[in-house]
């Protein structure tokens, strides 16, 4: 089957036997270079929008016909998916959506209902959980928000469709009635995460996924796995879009995932997601003996915070393969990382480093621009400290608050958001251009935009930094990843940026 086309399957009917919901599932046009900018797009990941394959997984298991397309990913366009993927017996179709992706969401939906007027569509992910009733008013083409977790959502609004479920006993679903938005009660999560079948892989361009290259190594095939959801911690800046309890796979489970990746994708590298995986060192334990004594011979990256590692846990994550850590740094000013809630200290983030440097286990750190009341002192601090800490990659991203946030919520409140243009909630604004929604006091646009490309050349263009990334060259796309990254920096001392929107 083409990797380029829509991949379709027929199952065998369970329990629906006369009004089929024949499901389309559709992660929108919404480009790498409207994401990261020209000069970026080139590094951008490409990756699988494991969400829909969640949902997929569970629509087939329950014997609904379902295909997904993933457009960025396929190179499929607004009109190609109206035009060539909608088939008479369409009749539902679910959007996944994040907040910068709003204008692909409602061009793609109100382009669906003017030529499939009789088609439902609903939408789901961070954005319209956060914002399920005006997402509804926003955007007059969409029938349904899901709010949250979606496996169990999906299922019930496709036996609706069938004639087996009132819409108003559907947990977790925003709807129009008449000329009114209703919310039904909501989810509770999901509990037992092994009761989620695993995702529909096979219904996603595999061959077409592709992670930056500060997350992989020799080739950028590395699927992911998603190991646990939810998190306690309080970061401001976080949307929580799996709620607050730690919940994880079992490790059986997990090492089904994987060897069913090597086997069919004959995978080398795979990245484990989780909110927080470090938080549960019995699990980590667990996972990494198992690995090792199974003999999984792949190399893994994944996230974790820092006051929930130690040295006894990399230790043994090293020798079960993993290779990279991400680490939420976010700032160099202390009294911006207790602002927004992060819980640790400067000496914690240094303690961090130095142990897992000392295991040998490599570091991309994420530092944040523009956060709130943030000075341009501040702003160096944190270029400074990463620096300092010298991860091998570093991350600089523009502040952005995105709905469903506590960040969001109090800027809103005082009034200091400065549009509601979704499609610029970007935290790649500097490169992409975007216009930024939070500004804080006394600072400007163009400043904040200018200094996140500064962060990058004084981060990478450091001799210290330089040779490191020689010496982690593994191959040759590595090398050929490099030389086009020290291009893009070149580039950006060499070319001004480019006009910034007024409004
Ligand atoms: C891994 C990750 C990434 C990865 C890959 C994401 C991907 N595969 O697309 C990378 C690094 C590339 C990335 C990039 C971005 N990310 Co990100 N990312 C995450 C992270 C940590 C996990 C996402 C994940 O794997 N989820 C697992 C799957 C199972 O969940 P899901 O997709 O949300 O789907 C479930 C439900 O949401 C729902 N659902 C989703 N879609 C639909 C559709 C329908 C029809 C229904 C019924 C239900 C439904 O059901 C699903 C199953 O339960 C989340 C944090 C988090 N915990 O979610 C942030 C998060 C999703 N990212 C976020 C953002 C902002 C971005 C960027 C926009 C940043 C930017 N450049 O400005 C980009 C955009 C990427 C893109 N897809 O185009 C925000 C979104 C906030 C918001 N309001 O939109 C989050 C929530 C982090 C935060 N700040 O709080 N991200
Ligand atoms: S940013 Fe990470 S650690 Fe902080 S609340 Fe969100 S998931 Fe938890």
């Excluded at 009917?13 to 080139?42: C, H, I, Q, W």
């Excluded at 399920?132 to 949250?148: H, K, N, Q, Y």
């Excluded at 990279?324 to 400067?346: A, F, H, N, P, W």
């Excluded at 502040?399 to 800027?411: H, N």
């Amino acid at each position: 089957m083409s990797q380029h086309s829509i991949c379709k399957i027929t199952l065998p009917m369970k329990g629906v036997e006369n009004f089929m919901a024949n499901t389309l599932l559709v992660n929108p046009p919404y480009s790498v270079s409207e994401r990261y900018g020209n000069d970026m797009k080139k590094f951008g990941a490409v990756s699988e929008p494991l969400g829909l394959a969640y949902l997929a997984a569970g629509l087939e298991e329950q014997g609904f016909k379902v295909e997904i397309i993933d457009a960025p990913a396929q190179g499929i366009t607004c009109k190609g998916i109206v035009e060539d993927h909608i088939s008479k017996e369409t009749n539902l179709i679910g959007i996944t959506f994040l907040t910068p992706m709003f204008d692909a969401v409602k061009k793609l939906a109100n382009k669906i209902k003017e030529s499939n007027p009789g088609v439902k569509i609903i939408v789901g992910g961070p954005h319209p959980s956060a914002l399920p009733e005006r997402t509804l008013e926003e955007i007059a083409s969409i029938d349904f928000v899901c709010i949250g977790e979606g496996e169990r959502t999906i299922v019930e609004v496709a036996e609706y469709m069938a004639g087996k479920k009132e819409i108003e006993n559907i947990k977790g679903l925003a709807y129009r009635h008449s000329n009114d938005i209703r919310v039904n009660a909501a989810r509770p999560i999901e509990k037992t995460l092994d009761s989620l079948p695993v995702p529909a892989r096979h219904l996603l361009p595999m061959k077409q996924y592709n992670l930056t290259a500060s997350r992989t190594r020799g080739s950028g095939f590395c699927p992911t796995i998603i190991l646990a959801r939810g998190c306690p911690f309080n970061c401001q800046f976080c949307s929580h879009p799996f709620g607050r309890t730690f919940r994880h796979h079992s490790v059986k489970r997990i090492i089904k995932e994987i060897n069913e990746l090597v086997d069919r994708y004959d995978i080398k590298q795979v990245n484990f997601e989780a909110d927080t995986l470090t938080i549960d060192k019995n699990f980590v334990l667990e996972l990494c003996r198992a690995m090792i004594d199974q003999r999984i011979d792949i190399s893994w990256t994944c996230e974790s915070r820092m006051d929930t590692i130690d040295e006894e846990m990399l230790r043994i994550m090293k020798e079960a393969g993993c290779w990279q850590i991400s680490y939420g740094v976010e700032s160099g000013s202390q009294r911006l990382l207790d602002s927004i809630i992060k819980g640790v200290t400067k000496e914690a983030i240094i303690e961090a480093f130095r142990i897992t440097k000392k295991v040998g286990i490599s570091i991309r750190g994420f530092f944040m621009l523009g956060l709130p009341t943030e000075t341009k002192y501040e702003s160096l601090q944190t270029i400074h400290f990463a620096n300092k800490l010298n991860p091998l990659w570093a991350q600089f991203t523009v502040t952005i608050p995105y709905p469903g946030t506590p960040m969001f919520e109090q800027l809103d409140k005082e009034g200091q958001i400065r549009h509601y243009d979704w499609t610029d909630y970007n935290t790649w604004g500097g490169w992409a251009d975007k216009k930024l929604p939070y500004i804080s006091a006394g600072r400007t646009e163009e400043e904040i935009k200018k200094l996140q490309k500064k962060a990058m050349r004084m981060f990478y263009m450091r001799p210290k930094a330089f040779f490191e990334l020689i010496r982690s060259i593994s191959s040759y796309q590595d090398a050929r990843k490099l030389v086009n990254g020290f291009i893009v920096l070149i580039k950006t001392i060499l070319v001004k940026p480019g006009k910034i929107k007024q409004g």
